[in-house]
């Protein structure tokens, strides 16, 4: 089966990151593919890591005159049996020809950007259930949640992060950005005593929050880390993952929690409310309540038998639903029905 994926992102959001993932997962399927995406220096790297060599194409806005037509004629060489696009720019210049058209939705889009695909696969029941009162055809829209390949690595050396021994660390990773609420996790975080805060990312909003955690008075406390690579050195040193966001489709960051036995206080965006239970394999937050995320985090502190329950129930829905293997048999089920 070969398989041709376009991305036209450009940022190191999850969609990318998630992107890279899968590529891999399918290149140790044995599956042959074709990768195209948007230039970018870490994502050819991590691609060349697993021996896979993409072609970069601009994917600009509509005075790009380039990438359609090489899409096209990439196309029309490779003969794919299926061309799997990423959001909404990839799949709006989805080419022509006699092979399965999938895109893959991990947010909520308009239905017009996928005009060209014959099926739509969503991380979520409710970002199906979205394109379904859009018009889309239930036997057109498919669910295939998100997975992760986590292996487990030595933690980081505090030390390096200029945090001390004996200190709970709280742990956010993602892009600085709104969506993100790391404005209402740095106020959440003035109010547990003693801890320190990690936030591994890069965006636009990073001046801002630095300037609130000095104005909440814990900015020797907080550790801005930039865009990080080691994301299981981070999640193996940190006590809790802290992820606040308001909007979330699905957030792999519970995943990869999960997958390293850190118990997870979160929001209830969309994406964390359909896996996280209460109290049962992670702390469910209200969205942007501060102090109901400050107890959540004081309450995990304090309490190693919660903590414990957190860990243990969320490795084992880890294990059922989210691992390589797992995703690799969704993946093959949905192209072998659908070719």
């Excluded at 409710?126 to 394109?131: N, V």
């Excluded at 379904?132 to 997975?147: F, K």
């Excluded at 980081?156 to 790391?182: F, I, N, Q, Y």
């Excluded at 966001?245 to 792999?252: L, V």
Aim: glycine share 8%; proline share 4%; charged share 25%.
């Amino acid at each position: 089966m070969k398989i041709m994926q376009a991305i036209g992102g450009a940022g190191h959001g999850g969609a990318e990151t998630f992107f890279v993932g899968l590529a891999g997962t399918f290149h140790r399927a044995g599956l042959d593919q074709l990768l195209t995406m948007r230039k970018n220096e870490i994502r050819r790297q991590l691609l060349s890591q697993q021996n896979l060599k993409p072609i970069e194409l601009p994917f600009g806005g509509r005075f790009d005159f380039l990438t359609k037509p090489k899409l096209q004629r990439l196309a029309n060489e490779y003969k794919p049996d299926i061309f799997l696009s990423w959001m909404s720019r990839a799949s709006h210049m989805t080419p022509s020809g006699n092979f399965l058209k999938l895109a893959r939705l991990g947010g909520h889009y308009k239905g017009k950007y996928f005009e060209k695909c014959d099926h739509l696969v969503c991380i979520t029941e409710e970002i199906r259930d979205f394109m379904a009162d859009q018009g889309w055809s239930r036997d057109r829209l498919h669910y295939i949640p998100n997975y992760l390949s986590w292996e487990r690595k030595s933690a980081v050396d505090r030390a390096t992060l200029d945090t001390p021994e004996g200190v709970p660390v709280l742990l956010s990773m993602g892009r600085l950005h709104e969506c993100k609420a790391l404005d209402t996790a740095l106020k959440a975080v003035s109010k547990v005593k003693d801890c320190y805060y990690w936030i591994a990312g890069s965006g636009g909003l990073e001046a801002e929050l630095k300037a609130l955690s000095e104005d909440l008075g814990i900015a020797e406390r907080v550790r801005f880390l930039g865009w990080r690579t080691d994301r299981e050195a981070l999640m193996e040193a940190a006590d809790i993952c802290l992820f606040p966001s308001r909007q979330e489709a699905f957030g792999t960051v519970i995943l990869e929690a999960w997958a390293s036995d850190t118990p997870i206080v979160t929001a209830a965006s969309h994406g964390p409310a359909a896996y996280i239970r209460h109290e049962e394999n992670g702390m469910l937050s209200q969205i942007d309540n501060v102090d109901e995320i400050a107890e959540y985090l004081n309450l995990l502190i304090n309490d190693p038998l919660l903590a414990k329950r957190l860990i243990d129930n969320g490795r084992a829905e880890f294990e059922a639903n989210f691992t390589e293997q797992v995703a690799v048999q969704n993946w093959k089920n949905l192209f072998e029905r659908l070719t």
